[in-house]
């Protein structure tokens, strides 16, 4: 079966760092990708990572470890605006396997 | 960047009616669409993925009389819930894939489904 694994909810202070975790066990696995969505809203894609090691796109990083099954969603320089939910998600051959997705709360 | 787009934003039905929801790609031909369902505060489930001119793959568990899924362009897919309930009330979210893009989907900004 597929099974990803994150926290439900993470809480951290305007301009701070944070790291959202995902351990994930799949039948077959292509990459790992990672989700925002606000409320109300549709998903957008902010990263992927196919082989191990660390992805950045602009304040935003994400790390994969194929043999350890895990990777991480690093959010620096937290903003009000980047309170969401945040997805991580599995590519299997043809399809997207979501997590059950990560609240992000930022308190000024 | 490309675009995907869903009509209706939000639709009220009564129980027992059929709804349709239209998932359109605007700039670009999406080989594969994907439907999703997302009950409040929970992750998105994947329903179905439909590929252009062919059957829908439904997921286990989802009923393929009730959720009727049609890729007839590399442009459109429908997701028609026939004899809709109360429980199917929900948040359908659909994206699309084309050719290159494998590793990333573009999402539609979602169908909000409530029966009454």
């Known amino acids: 079966g597929q099974s990803l694994e994150q926290p439900s909810e993470v809480t951290a202070v305007e301009g701070a760092i944070v790291q959202i975790n995902c351990t994930y066990q799949?039948?077959?696995?292509?990459?790992l990708s990672w989700y925002q969505q606000h409320d109300g809203g549709a998903p957008t894609f902010l990263s992927y990572n196919g082989l191990d090691g660390l992805e950045e796109t602009g304040r935003f990083s994400s790390f994969l470890s194929r043999s350890d099954s895990y990777g991480y969603l690093l959010l620096q320089e937290l903003q009000m605006k980047d309170s969401a939910s945040y997805f991580c998600?599995?590519?299997?051959?043809?399809?997207?396997?979501f997590g059950k997705g990560t609240r992000l709360h930022i308190l000024p | 960047g490309a675009v995907v787009s869903q009509h209706p934003s939000r639709v009220i039905c009564k129980s027992g009616t059929s709804v349709k929801i239209e998932c359109r790609s605007l700039d670009f031909q999406a080989t594969t669409m994907f439907w999703y369902r997302q009950f409040p505060k929970q992750s998105l489930m994947l329903m179905a993925t439909s590929n252009e001119g062919s059957k829908a793959t439904y997921e286990q568990g989802v009923e393929k009389d009730k959720f009727l899924i049609n890729h007839a362009s590399l442009t459109l897919s429908t997701l028609t819930v026939t004899s809709a309930h109360p429980e199917d009330s929900s948040f359908y979210i659909c994206s699309a894939r084309d050719l290159e893009g494998v590793n990333e989907q573009f999402f539609g900004p979602g169908t909000r489904l409530t029966v009454l």
């Open positions: 998600a599995v590519r299997e051959a043809d399809k997207i396997i």
């Open positions: 799949t039948s077959g696995f292509y990459g």
